[in-house]
C-alpha cells in the first residue's frame, strides 16, 4: 500500500494495536510496522500475553516528512483509542497516580539501523504518577531510580541534551555525598537526584520537564520521527542503499513489572536444551525482580523445571513449584512457540502480580552440537522439512564436531591471541623448528610449533606437530592454509607474542617460555594459554551422517577436495569429498627423500641437467599419483602442474647448499650464485605457474608423464576408472595453453603407446589471474575445464598479498573498507564479477566447459552460495571442510537467490 | 567480385597483364592480384618500364579448390595470350636457343604470408636455352649457375625434393675436385654439376626434370597454389585470422640482366638522402653485374650522380657520365615516383642493354633525421598535407633526434648487449656504486652507473651518471623508468655481463673491466662497447618545431609529462608537456639531506613519533611542490600521494641504522628489528598506495598540507593559477577514497582558514588494480577524476612482477605468447579490457570525469592510439617521450579506428 499526498484527508488506518491475543497486524507486515512492530502483532495474534501496545506505521513517517513535519488529522483520535484499549487491558490509566500506566516507545524500521533514536523506557513517570509505582512495587527507591532514568533518557534522546550534563549532577551529588557507587545512593539520594535533574532542564531548555504524560509521548514519537532524518541515519542508509521513502514506524508498547512483589518474576527459557539440543524445556528465572537482574547475576537464578534443579541453578524450588500455573501457562506455550516459529525459541517473559507476559520470542542461540540435534529432530518430528533442516544449520559451526574442543568447564590462563587459523585444541610442548618438532613427534611427544610465520619447508614439521602458532600472517598465511589441510589446530599472527627462535624463548608478556613447557591452542578461537587445558573428543552422532545425507540430496554442486597426500585424499574420501580438485604437486616436492633431487633440478644450468635430476623425481611422482589415484578411484582427479616459485625450493643453509652441490656435482659456489640468481622481488608475480613448464618444458613433460605413467599402472591393476585432469596454472593467454596442452598430448600419445593404455583425461587451467578471466573465450578454445584459484585471483584483483596483508587489513576491516577478510570471503563484487565474466564467455565458446573453484574460498559457505548462483560445476575444498561444503551447497540450492541466508 | 561455381564455363577474366607503360590492373587491386601483382601493375600503369608480365588472379585460387584442384577451361588460353605479348615487347621468346626468354614465378596472397611457395627465378632454362643464355650473356660460367641454381629452386619448391639431395651432389663433386670453395668452380664444373642434379631428379621421380618451358611454367603454377592448402600456411592463418577463401594469386614476370655486357648494369637509387633527408638524387649502380653483386659488396658501386661522387662510392665515373640517356629516364622516373607515392622510394633497377627496366618501388627507409626533412619538406613541396607528414614518422623515430648517437662510421667494439631501455649514447669509467658516481661527477667525471640492479636509494648516483647499466631487469625495471625520466642513456638486463661489485669487476666473455675503465652505451640498440666511442649531439632543427606545431594542431590528447624534480619538469615543458599528470612524491623522500628524517618517520612506533619526524620533511615537501607549481604555472600539476612500500626507504646498513637511530633517540637494535619487521614477502602488493594513507593517516594529512601551502604560496607570489590534483594510489575500493578525500578536505578547510586563500583543486585516483577498473561506477562517486597507472594494472591483470619478468618475458616472446613486452606496449585485449570498462562506468556515474594515463605505457604510441580510441583526455610520460607522445597523439586522430598504423 503507498501513501498517496492526499491520504491525509481520508479516513486511512494509520495506528495499529496489539494485545489480548489479537492484533491488528502480523509478521508480514515489517513494510508498514517496521520489524519490532510487526513481530509483536505476530506474537499477540498467535495469543500469546504480549503487554499491549500499538504502532504508528511507517506511513506517518512519509507522511510527515511530505507535509512540513505534521501529523495525519486523525492520528491523535487513533493514538487515544489505542492508548485507551491499552489501559483497559491493563487496569491502568496513563497518568494515573494510583495506577499508572507506563509505555516504553521505540523505533522501527523495517532493518534495524543504528543513528536512529531506539528507545525510551518508563515514559508516563511524572511527579504524581511515581508515588502510584512506590505504592504498586512497594520500593520507592526503584520507583525514584526509574524516574531518574528515565528522565535521563528522555533528556537525552527526545530532548538533545548532553548526556554529561546528567552525568555532571550525579557525579557532584555523590561527591557532595562522599559515595563513589550508586548502589550507595538511597531513595532520599534518587529523590533529590530527580529535583536536580529537572531543574537543569528548566535551565537549559527554559522550559520544565513535561509532566503531562501526553507530552512526553507526543515529544517521543515526534523524536523517533525526527532521527529518520538525522546525519548518522541519512549516511547509514546511503552506505546500504536503504530508501529514504521506507521511514520508520512508532511502537509504544505498556511496561509490565516482575518487582511488584513475591507474585511477580522475570525470567529466560529455552524450548529446548540450548547446550545439547535435547528437547527438554531448559530456562531460569528469579522472583520479584527486573530483567536485568537476571543479566546482571547478582542474584543467582531458580530453575523453570524440578528436572533442571541442581544443573547449575541451585536447588531451590522451581517455578513448576513455586507458580505452577503460571509454569503450565509458559510450558503450554512453550509448544505453541515452537510449532509456529519451528524453530527453537529464545523467550523473555515476566511475571506481574501472577499475571505471565512474554516479552520477546526469537530463535535461540546454540552449540553446533545442539544445533545439528535440533535441526534432525525437527525434521524428524515433522515440525520442519528435511530441506528447511538443513537451512538451520550454520556450516562453519560443523567444523566445532569435526574437532576437538577446549572443555567448556575448565579453567584456562589466556596468554595470548591470534586470529583462529584451523579449528581445534590442542596441547603440546613448544618447539621452535620442524625438525625438533618432527624428531619429538617421533618420541611419541604432542609438540606445538612456534614460528614467526612457516614455509613450505616446515611441512613435515607442521605434520608432526599437534597445532601450529605464528606470530605473522593471516587467515589465509601459509601456516593457516596448510593447517586446515591436515585438519591442525593453528592460530596464526599471534601479534603479541614474540619469538626469538635462537634464543629458543616464547614471550607473552611477562611470560617467558621455553622449548618443552607446554601451551594449549585453540583454534577456533584463536586464544593462546597456558599449560594444558582439558579437550573434549569429537563425536560424529548418527544425526550428522543423516544431515549429511539430507545435503547430498539437495545440493547440485559437486563437492571435490584439495588433497595431495594419501592421508589428506583419504579423510576427505570419508568426510564425502567426490574427488580432488586440487591437487599441489609442488606440495610433494619437499619430503626430505626428495628434496635434494628438486633442489637439483632448479640449480641445473641446461635442459639436460634438468632431466637428469627430473629423472629421479619421476618415479617416486608416478607413485604419488598412483596413491591418490587408487583412493579416489570412480572419481575425477586434478593435478596442478608445478606452480610455486622455484626459489621457494632453494637450499638456504650451508649444508643444504653443499648437499645439492654434492648430488649435482658442481661446486658450492655455484648453487650458491644460482640461489641469487633464482631469488625475485615479487615471486608472487614471478616465474612462477605455467611460466615455469613454458621455460622449462621438461619439468612440465615429466609430472604429466608421472601421472600418464600412474593412471596405466592403478587401471592394469584395478581396472578403476582412473580420470586424471590435468591443470595449467596461472595461464593469462591462449598460447601459453596451446603449447603445454600439445607437450602434454605428445606425452600421452606417447605413453598409449607404450603401456597400450588409453587414459582419459582432460587438459583444462587455472583461471588466477584477471587477464585469464576477461580472456576466458580464447582459453576455452583450448582448456577442457576451468578452476577459479581465487587466492591468486583475490590477490591480483586487489592487488594485495596475504602474506603481507596483516599490516593494514586490520585497520580496514576497523574503517569499514572490507567488510570481510577477502581471502575468506570471495569479493563478489570485484573478483565475483571477474568469474562471472570467465563463466559467462568460456561457456559461450564451450557450452560443456566444466568448471570449478579450488581456492579457499571453496570452503567458505558464502562464497559457495555465489559459486551456485553462477553456475559453477564443483567447489574444491580442505578435507575438514568437505562436511561444511556439502551443507554449505545444499543451503545454495535452496537459497535460489543467495539472499535468504544474510538476514538470518 | 565473387567466384561462382560456374564461372568456369563463362568467359572469365582469370589473368591480367602488365607491361609497355600499361596494366589491367592497378594498386587498388590487392584481393584479386594479390600485393606483389597490384604493386607492378601500378608501376607499369604509371608508365614505368617494369618487365613485362602477368597475374594469375586469386579466383583462380579459389576457383582451383572448389573443382578437385583443375583450372578454369580458358586459363591456358588467356595465359598464352599473356605470354605472347611478354615475348613480343622483349623480342625474345619462350624456350628460343637464341633469343630465350627467362621468367620469374612468384606467389602473391593479400599480405606475405610465410610458409607459401615464395618464388623460382630463371624459369625457362633449359640445355636448350642455357646455349641462347651464354650468347646473349657471353658469360658460360654464369649460364650454367643460372640453369644449376634454377634446377635447385625448382626441384626444392616444385618437386619437393629436399635440399640436402642437391647440397650432397655439390659437396661429393667439391670434395672429388679437391676444392672448398663455390668460386673455385669453373663453367665446365657447373656444366657437369646440373649434368648430376638432372640425374638424381629422374632417379628420384622416375621421370626426368621437365625440359619444356611450358611444363616448367604449368608445374610451378601449380605449386603455388598447392602451397596455400600446405600445413604451414594453413597453421598461419588459423594464428592470423587469415580466411582460406581469399587464396593466392600467381605472377609471372619476364628476367631482365643487368649482366649482358657493358651496356647493363644494376644499382639502386633513393629518390632522397635517406641520411639525411636532403633532396638530392641518390643511389649507386654497378656495370655488367647482377643485383645481387651490389649487396655482395665484391666490387665497389659507383654513383649515380656528378654531385655524389667521391661520397664513399669512390670517384669512378657516375651513371650520369657513362650512360646519360639511362640516368635522364631515371632521373625522371625519381620525379614521377615521389609525386605518384608521395613519398622517398627507394629503386631497384637493371639496365639489359641499353634498355631501363624498374624492378621495384617502395618507401625508402631512412634516418629520424632524414624521416623528419622529409616529411616537413614534402609538405612545403605540397606533396602531402601537414596531416600526411604526420603520419610518415615513426614517433618513437624522435628519440634519436633528443639525444646523442653514436657516430655511424666510428668503429666497435660490442662486448654486451642488453634491452635498450632509455635511448641516447654515452662514455664514461665504470663505478659501481652510487656513491661514487656521485663523487665522480663532482670531480668532472663522465661514469656509467653499473649494478645487477638498482633501487631507490641509488637515484643520486643514477643522476649523476652518464650511463646505466645493468645486468638484470626489463624494460620497465627501475633503473629503466628512472633513466628514462631523466633522460640518461641506459642498457638493463645484459644478462651476458657478471657484475662483482664487492671484487669491483665487471666481467664480459674474456674482458674484465675495473673500475675506471672506459665503456659506451648505445641505448638505443642496447650494447655495450668498450672504450669511449664517439658520438653526434642533437641537433633540434627548425624542421622539429614545425612537426611539432603541426602535430600539437592535430592532436586531441593533452599531453603531460611524470616529473618530480625541477629539472625534469622544466625539460618536459621545453618539450611542450602541458602539466604533470604524475609527480611521485616518494621520489622526493631519498635525497641525503631528507633521507634520515624519512627512515625516522618510518620506524617510528606511535603517530606522535611519526608526527615528530613527518614535521621535519614538511617544509621541504612544500618546498618542492612550490617549485613544481611555479615552472608549471597555468597547468594543472597531478601529485600523487606516498605510494611505495615502506621498507624500500628502510636503512640496510650498520652506519645507515646507526644515523636514523641517532636521529630519533632510540636503541639501534630498534631501528633494525622494525626493518625486520617491516619486510614484506611481494612488496608490489603489500603495504603501500593508500593503504598507507589509511593506516597513517598522518603522512597524507603532512603531505596535503604541503601541498596547500605550496600553492597558496605561489598564488600570492606569483598570482599564477595553481592547479594541484591530488591522487590517491592504489584504491581498490570507494572507502578508502571517502576516508582519504575526507582527510584531504578538512586539510584545505584548515589552510584556506589559515592563509586565507582558497586554492582550487581536485582529488582523484590512480586505476591501477583490477577491482579499481571494475568498480570504477563506485571509485567515480568520490574521485574527481581517474589515472591510469598501467604499470601496476599490467602488473596484477597479468599477475606478472616486471622486476621479475626477465627470467620468461623472453621466452615468451620467442614463442609468440605475447607479441609485444605488455610493460612497453599496453595489453589491449586484457588491461586495455579493464581501461575501457573503467572509462565507461566513471563516466556513467560522473559524465566530466577526468581521465589520463601515467603508467610508462602514456610515451608508447600504439598505446597512446589506444587512449585516444577509448576517449581519455591526457596521456602523461616522462619528459624525453613528451615530443613522442605529441606525434603520437595527432597520429592517433588521423588514424580514427586506429588501425592504420598497424599497416604500415
Redesign the interface.
Known amino acids: 500500500m503507498s501513501c498517496g499526498e492526499d491520504t491525509g484527508t481520508h479516513t486511512h488506518k494509520w495506528v495499529y494495536a496489539f494485545g489480548d491475543g489479537r492484533a491488528d497486524g502480523h509478521a508480514g507486515m515489517k513494510e508498514l510496522l517496521g520489524g519490532k512492530g510487526a513481530n509483536l502483532a505476530e506474537m499477540s495474534r498467535l495469543g500469546l500475553p504480549v503487554p499491549p501496545g500499538f504502532t504508528i506505521s511507517t506511513e506517518v513517517c512519509t507522511w510527515f516528512y511530505r507535509h512540513d513535519r505534521r501529523y495525519p488529522d486523525t492520528l491523535v483520535a487513533e493514538v487515544e483509542a489505542a492508548l485507551g484499549a491499552i489501559e483497559q487491558s491493563l487496569g491502568a490509566r496513563f497518568g494515573d497516580r494510583d495506577l499508572p500506566l507506563l509505555v516504553s516507545v521505540r523505533s522501527g524500521a523495517r532493518a534495524s539501523m543504528p543513528g536512529m533514536m531506539d528507545t525510551v523506557l518508563n515514559l508516563g513517570i511524572n511527579d504524581a504518577t511515581v508515588e502510584g509505582l512506590i505504592r504498586r512495587s512497594g520500593d520507592p527507591r526503584f520507583a525514584y531510580d526509574s524516574y531518574r532514568r528515565f528522565l535521563q533518557m528522555y533528556g537525552n534522546v527526545v530532548l538533545n541534551l548532553d548526556h554529561h550534563l546528567f552525568e555532571d549532577i550525579l557525579e557532584a551529588y555523590k561527591h557532595g555525598r562522599g559515595v563513589t557507587l550508586d548502589t550507595e545512593l538511597g531513595v532520599d539520594d534518587w529523590h533529590a537526584v530527580v529535583g536536580r535533574y529537572q531543574s537543569m532542564i528548566t535551565d537549559r531548555l527554559g522550559t520544565p520537564f513535561p509532566q503531562d504524560p501526553r507530552a512526553q509521548l507526543w515529544g517521543a514519537i515526534g523524536a523517533v520521527f525526527g532521527s529518520w532524518m538525522n546525519q548518522r541515519a541519512i549516511t547509514y542508509r546511503r552506505l546500504h542503499d536503504i530508501p529514504e521513502d521506507w521511514g520508520t514506524a512508532v511502537t509504544v508498547q505498556a511496561m509490565v513489572f516482575g518487582n511488584m512483589g513475591e507474585d511477580c518474576a522475570t525470567g529466560v527459557a529455552f524450548t529446548r536444551s540450548p547446550a545439547t539440543g535435547e528437547n527438554v524445556f531448559y530456562g531460569e528465572y528469579l522472583v520479584n525482580a527486573q530483567g536485568e537482574d537476571v543479566v546482571a547475576g547478582i542474584r543467582t537464578p531458580q530453575s523453570l523445571t524440578v528436572a533442571g534443579k541442581g544443573d547449575g541453578a541451585g536447588d531451590k524450588p522451581a517455578m513448576e513449584e513455586t507458580m505452577p500455573a503460571v509454569y503450565r501457562e509458559l510450558a503450554e506455550i512453550r509448544c505453541r512457540l515452537e510449532r509456529h516459529y519451528r524453530d527453537m525459541q529464545d523467550i523473555e517473559f515476566t511475571v506481574q502480580q501472577g499475571r505471565l507476559f512474554i516479552l520477546q520470542t526469537r530463535n535461540g542461540k546454540r552449540t553446533a552440537a545442539a544445533a545439528l540435534k535440533i535441526a534432525v529432530d525437527l525434521a524428524a518430528e515433522g515440525v520442519v522439512t528435511q530441506e528447511e533442516a538443513l537451512g538451520r544449520l550454520e556450516p562453519t559451526a560443523l567444523d566445532q564436531l569435526l574437532h576437538p574442543t577446549l572443555d567448556p568447564k575448565a579453567t584456562k590462563t589466556v596468554i595470548g591471541r591470534g586470529l583462529p587459523a584451523s579449528p581445534g585444541a590442542s596441547a603440546g610442548r613448544i618447539v621452535f623448528t620442524a625438525d625438533v618438532a618432527e624428531k619429538s613427534a617421533e618420541r611419541g611427544e604432542q609438540v606445538i610449533l612456534c614460528r614467526v610465520e612457516t614455509s613450505p619447508e616446515d611441512i613435515h614439521g607442521m605434520h608432526a606437530a599437534a597445532g601450529i602458532l605464528t606470530t605473522r600472517g593471516g587467515m589465509t598465511s601459509h601456516a593457516a592454509v596448510v593447517a586446515r589441510g591436515m585438519g591442525r589446530t593453528c592460530v596464526v599472527g599471534a601479534s603479541g607474542l614474540r619469538i626469538d627462535h635462537r634464543a629458543g624463548v616464547l614471550m607473552a608478556g611477562a611470560h617467558h617460555l621455553a622449548e618443552g613447557d607446554v601451551i594449549t591452542l585453540d583454534g577456533s578461537s584463536g586464544e593462546v594459554m597456558l599449560g594444558e587445558v582439558p579437550t573434549i573428543a569429537p563425536a560424529l552422532t548418527g544425526d550428522f551422517a543423516t544431515l549429511m545425507g539430507w545435503a547430498d540430496h539437495a545440493r547440485r554442486l559437486v563437492v571435490r577436495t584439495n588433497a595431495e597426500t594419501p592421508q589428506d585424499a583419504a579423510t576427505a574420501r570419508k568426510f564425502g569429498a567426490e574427488g580432488i580438485g586440487l591437487c599441489r604437486t609442488e606440495h610433494m616436492f619437499f619430503d626430505a627423500d626428495r628434496i635434494v633431487a628438486v633442489r637439483e633440478m632448479i640449480i641445473a644450468d641446461t635442459p639436460e641437467e634438468r632431466r637428469a635430476a627430473l629423472a629421479k623425481i619421476a618415479p617416486m611422482q608416478t607413485r604419488d599419483f598412483a596413491d591418490l589415484f587408487r583412493i579416489m578411484a570412480g572419481f575425477p582427479v586434478t593435478i596442478r602442474l608445478l606452480d610455486p616459485p622455484l626459489h621457494e625450493f632453494l637450499p638456504h643453509s650451508e649444508a643444504e647448499i653443499a648437499e645439492v652441490a654434492d648430488a649435482a656435482g658442481v661446486d658450492p659456489q655455484c648453487v650458491h650464485q644460482r640461489a641469487i640468481q633464482l631469488a ?8 612462477r ?1 605455467c ?1 615455469l613448464g ?2 622449462f618444458p621438461e619439468i612440465y613433460e615429466t609430472q604429466a608423464r608421472a601421472i600418464f605413467r600412474a593412471a596405466a599402472e592403478v587401471d592394469r591393476e584395478t581396472g578403476a576408472t582412473v580420470m586424471p585432469e590435468i591443470m595449467i596454472p ?1 595461464a ?2 591462449r ?2 595453453l596451446e ?1 603445454l596442452k600439445a607437450l602434454i598430448d605428445r606425452v600421452a600419445a606417447e605413453e598409449r603407446e607404450a603401456t597400450g593404455r588409453t587414459v582419459p583425461y582432460l587438459v583444462g587451467t587455472m583461471i ?4 585469464a578471466a ?2 576466458a573465450a580464447e582459453l576455452a578454445e583450448v582448456a577442457e575445464f576451468f578452476s577459479f584459484g581465487t587466492n ?1 585471483l583475490t ?7 596475504r ?3 596483516a ?2 587489513l586490520p ?2 576491516q576497523r ?4 567488510a570481510r577478510d577477502p581471502f575468506v570471503t570471495l ?1 563478489t ?3 565475483g ?2 568469474l562471472s565474466i570467465a563463466v559467462a564467455r568460456g561457456r559461450a565458446v564451450r557450452p560443456d566447459l566444466k568448471i570449478g573453484i579450488c581456492g579457499e574460498h571453496g570452503g567458505d559457505p558464502a562464497s559457495i552460495r555465489f559459486c551456485e548462483s553462477i553456475g559453477l560445476d564443483y567447489v574444491s575444498c580442505s578435507p575438514f571442510r568437505v562436511p561444511i561444503a556439502r551443507l554449505a551447497a545444499a543451503q545454495a540450492v535452496q537459497d535460489g537467490t543467495g539472499d535468504r541466508r544474510e538476514d538470518r
Do not use: K
Not at 795 to 801: H, L, N, R, V
Not at 815 to 818: D, E, H, S, T
Open positions: 625475485e622481488a615479487n615471486p608472487m608475480l614471478g616465474h605457474g611460466r613454458i621455460t596461472l593469462a593467454t598460447r601459453e603449447v588466477e589471474l584477471p587477464r576477461l580472456r591468486d590477490q591480483t584483483t586487489f592487488g594485495i598479498s602474506d603481507d596483508s599490516s593494514f585497520d580496514y574503517l569499514g573498507i572490507v569479493d563484487d570485484g573478483v564479477e571477474l
